[in-house]
């Protein structure tokens, strides 16, 4: 089946230590999306790519990074965690932008921890 | 605040009952999307009801939209265990804005 594969599910750093989530697709998707979701919360939106068109939300705080090296990748890098950074990062993809009337396809997210 | 505001916050039902939950949203939306979290695990799609549609199904599920009321509903019909779930309204708003999400319902199927 095609896929949006998180890796890994579970990480633990610590305080200011970066790290590195990643992301790899199967689907082919031109659109790759990174949310952070708190413990019973919606999931908030933190950048995209399009194709190699990076889009930031205007609230993610610059310790938030990320990179597609190709169609298939995408990482997310935390520069310098936070206690408040813990949280599940969910990755997801669709085929075109929102306006298409395309759905999105996630992962099953990293739960990341901070000691 | 939210575009999209789920009501109830937290649903608790028995087995073969049906589940309605809601979403209102405050401005003209392009299409709205169900979808459905387990515990720990990541979100899953389950309908999309253009902006021009005012209802779908797909199996058990049965979404509505009232364009006039900004709201939307989600039956789920008689109703499983493995239904347990969170369930989150998302509103696509026009080409190059993203998809917002309410805060979800928390759905519990006792058996």
């Known amino acids: 089946d095609a896929m949006v594969i998180q890796n890994p599910r579970y990480q633990v750093t610590q305080f200011g230590k970066p790290v590195t989530l990643s992301c790899s697709q199967t689907l082919n998707h031109n659109v790759m999306y990174w949310y952070q979701q708190k413990s019973s919360q919606a999931p908030k939106l933190l950048f995209h790519?399009?194709?190699?068109?990076?889009?930031n939300e205007a609230d993610t705080p610059d310790n938030f990074q990320s990179r597609r090296p190709n169609t298939s990748f995408c990482f997310l890098d935390i520069r310098s965690p936070g206690l408040g950074d813990a949280a599940m990062y969910l990755c997801?993809?669709?085929?075109?932008?929102?306006?298409?009337?395309?759905?999105?396809?996630f992962g099953d997210g990293t739960r990341l921890s901070i000691l | 605040s939210q575009q999209g505001e789920e009501d109830p916050q937290a649903l608790s039902i028995q087995e073969g009952e049906n589940a309605t939950m809601n979403c209102s949203y405050k401005t003209s939306i392009n299409n709205l999307q169900w979808y459905r979290q387990n515990s720990g695990r990541g979100l899953v799609h389950l309908i999309l009801i253009r902006s021009n549609e005012r209802e779908k199904h797909s199996g058990r599920l049965r979404v509505t939209l009232d364009t006039s009321k900004k709201s939307s509903s989600l039956l789920i019909t008689a109703s499983r265990a493995a239904d347990t779930a969170s369930y989150f309204c998302a509103t696509d708003l026009f080409a190059g804005n993203m998809l917002t999400f309410g805060g979800g319902t928390r759905l519990m199927v006792k058996p």
């Open positions: 790519y399009y194709d190699k068109d990076f889009n």
């Open positions: 997801a993809t669709s085929r075109d932008r929102t306006g298409s009337h395309e759905p999105q396809h």
